[in-house]
């Protein structure tokens, strides 16, 4: 369960973290300095106030949620995709700046280099940009990842707590607790939690050592 | 600033840092746009600032080799190597012909990483080659590196540019590299073109900065004319005035280039006897520069074809009596003669 939401958020957060961190990193534009904020926000806001503006948002009768139920019959608010959402919005920042390092970090050159080889816009995006910065991309997806299944309190505000259907690992733990002698289950889910978090910090480190030996650094 | 250079040929843009090279190569590419400026290739303009023109660089076909190779890393040699030629319409430059030239072949399986500075570089080359350009700029592609990688891809560019028949714009301020390449030569002193036309011409004008170089010295082309084994000699004919120097293995006929060093030449007014010297080349004098920071003037001694340089102090030209227009006769040692070859 708690897996599925993770997959779902990064897969659809990532991307849209490529793009943004690629925006910001590249290009000046009015208000950028605010998109930046936007982006961080969910970082340093309470995650039970993110959840509350997600209900506003994205409830039934919110501007945006409204529309998705009218148009495409989308309902998010206390489902799996609801969840998804949730922790997206709180990974993104993470996701964002992991992107945004390692594109500031290619070397500039490089694009010069392709420009003049004949390389238009998107062509040197996908063949030097994006492959050089994917080390920083592909940690950026792992510890989103990571950090989604520790996500509470947007989840619980937004999503609820609906056993099998929108109850990740912690929340689950969080519930266990509020069980008389829910202690061993807590302990159990607790340990499972510890233990993907390892893995997926230590894979990080992995990949990224592979990744930058493949690149030559 | 204004210039043109002949295509196919090599043209050297030489001047002290800062003067405004790489700014010309960055617009002729298409990196940096001046406020004002045109840019014309056999017949295409590239940017034309007063006619709203501007081909972007991915668009140009000028091909651009900097001094760091800047090879793609998370690329194989013969992958960054295709890099620009799919994306070029087939044209004449060949694969295996680029890597023949520049002897990469067995590179090509490798990570750019793994290469050595001379091996980058030459991978830089072939790869901007590829890329089918109308114009190819180096700036400063040897500058990095040590002058044993140096002399190791000089002569890999020399096959190129009897191989290949494009126009070619060379940033250094390696004299070496100048003589060895250049068919022209572009002289950029603060921002400003001071002189361009045939290097022979550039390197033996008096009055230009070149002249106020240590190793100044006059380019000539010449041809292998007589060997004289018995005397350990060979005859160079340079159009009407000929030189004696160290027997060469050349065939008769071949073209050299030779550079004679300003300070190696005497200057005479009537020819001397009982001297080991080979070398008393009439000549008349063009124009004489004063070199105030090295107490010394420079005397340009026109040939027939060409011309000489004579680092000289101002005393002699008074005992001699020299003035522009008037005889003159240089005395050069036959060991003084530097035969470069072609």
Redesign the interface.
């Known amino acids: 369960m708690t897996l599925i939401v993770a997959a779902r958020a990064v897969s659809f957060g990532l991307p849209l973290a490529v793009a943004m961190a690629w925006l910001l990193a590249r290009y000046r534009f009015p208000g950028r300095a605010w998109v930046n904020a936007l982006v961080h926000l969910p970082l340093v806001l309470p995650p039970v106030v993110t959840g509350w503006l997600l209900l506003i948002l994205f409830g039934i009768r919110g501007p945006i949620g409204s529309l998705l139920l009218a148009w495409f019959d989308v309902r998010l608010v206390f489902t799996t995709a609801g969840a998804s959402l949730a922790c997206a919005v709180m990974t993104f920042p993470v996701m964002v700046r992991s992107v945004r390092l390692s594109l500031e970090a290619v070397?500039p050159?490089?694009d010069?280099?392709?420009?003049?080889?004949?390389?238009?816009r998107l062509?040197r995006l996908f063949?030097?940009t994006l492959?050089?910065a994917s080390p920083g991309i592909l940690v950026g997806g792992i510890v989103g990842f990571a950090t989604c299944l520790g996500e509470f309190g947007a989840v619980i505000t937004f999503a609820a707590n609906i056993p099998g259907q929108t109850q990740t690992l912690p929340l689950a733990i969080y519930a266990a607790l509020q069980v008389p002698g829910g202690e061993m289950k807590a302990a159990e889910l607790s340990l499972v939690s510890l233990t993907l978090a390892l893995v997926g910090l230590l894979l990080s480190e992995w990949v990224a050592k592979r990744l930058n030996v493949?690149?030559?650094? | 600033m204004a210039f043109e250079v002949p295509s196919p040929g090599v043209t050297v843009l030489f001047g002290p840092s800062g003067a405004g090279k790489s700014t010309i190569i960055l617009a002729a590419a298409g990196l940096l746009r001046p406020d004002a400026c045109r840019i014309e290739v056999d017949g295409q303009v590239m940017v034309d600032t007063e006619a709203g023109l501007w081909l972007s660089p991915e668009r140009r076909r000028v091909g651009l080799v900097f001094q760091d190779a800047r090879l793609f890393p998370h690329m194989s040699v013969a992958t960054n190597l295709r890099f620009g030629m799919r994306r070029a319409r087939p044209g004449t430059v060949t694969f295996d012909e680029v890597v023949e030239l520049l002897g990469i072949g067995e590179l090509l399986g490798r990570r750019p990483h793994t290469l050595s500075g001379g091996e980058r570089q030459r991978v830089a080359i072939g790869r901007a080659l590829l890329a089918q350009p109308h114009l190819l700029l180096m700036d400063e592609p040897l500058a990095s590196l040590d002058s044993a990688r140096k002399a190791e891809i000089l002569p890999y560019l020399t096959r190129l540019k009897t191989a290949l028949r494009l126009p070619v714009l060379y940033v250094t301020h390696d004299l070496d590299e100048v003589t060895r390449l250049a068919d022209s030569m572009v002289l950029v002193e603060a921002g400003r073109v001071v002189g361009f036309g045939p290097l022979a011409e550039i390197a033996a004008r008096a009055d230009l900065p070149l002249a106020l170089r240590d190793d100044a010295g006059a380019l000539l082309h010449c041809r292998v004319a007589e060997h004289d084994p018995g005397r350990e000699l060979t005859r160079l004919d340079a159009g009407g005035a000929e030189f004696l120097v160290p027997l060469l293995d050349l065939p008769l006929g071949r073209e050299v280039r030779v550079r004679i060093p300003a300070r190696e030449v005497i200057l005479a007014g009537k020819a001397p006897e009982a001297i080991s010297l080979h070398n008393v080349i009439a000549g008349t004098v063009r124009q004489i520069a004063g070199d105030p920071a090295r107490r010394a003037v420079m005397v340009e001694v026109g040939l027939p074809d060409g011309a000489l340089l004579a680092r000289v102090t101002p005393d002699a030209i008074a005992r001699l009596a020299l003035s522009p227009g008037g005889p003159v006769l240089a005395l050069i040692k036959s060991t003084s003669i530097e035969v470069l070859g072609d």
């Open positions: 070397d050159g490089l010069q280099a392709a420009r003049t080889l004949g390389a238009g062509d063949n030097v492959p050089l493949a690149l030559g650094r």
